[in-house]
């Protein structure tokens, strides 16, 4: 065979190596949109779980076809969605939720919390969560009732779970 009947190669122009490009640029940005979120934590809310600065990533399909479990850790998406809080669900629709002497009772049962090291003093009276709502809190009991941002907020609101 001669060079002049060797099989030809296929010729990469600009023009295809940018469509690969584009399409590995909307493909990574549909992943980390709307599978796994990076994120990076801020705030002392959920120590000694998680740390402020650390990042993380959001796993988004945790709760496609479920909704949140008592203790789980969740991302909840705050009105406008640019800002998140990462927090642990305590109570489900129909639980009732308080804490005595900072200890938190769900359907007045006590519950085991090994996640919270720190000793605290809260005190609320009960909260029926309601239909639709999940109930969330920080680790951190350390930090005065008043200074925590927890309570109840929507399910659809939840944007999925920390993956470490």
Known sequence: MTEAQSPAKPKYTIKRRLIRAAVIIVVAYV???????????????MEPTYHSGRPNFCFRLRYLFSSPARQDIV????AGGRVAYLKRVIGL???????RDGKLFVNDQEVDEPYTTEECDWN????????????????????SIDDHVFGQTSIKRVM???IW
């Open 31 to 45: 992943f980390f949109s709307r599978v796994l979120l990076p994120l990076r934590i801020k705030g002392i809310s």
């Open 160 to 162: 999925g779970s920390p």
């Open 93 to 99: 629709p129909g639980d009732t939720v308080e804490f």
């Open 124 to 143: 609320m009276e009960p909260v029926t969560v309601r239909a639709g709502n999940v109930y969330v809190v920080g680790d951190n009991r350390a930090v």
């Open 75 to 78: 991302l909840i998406r705050l």
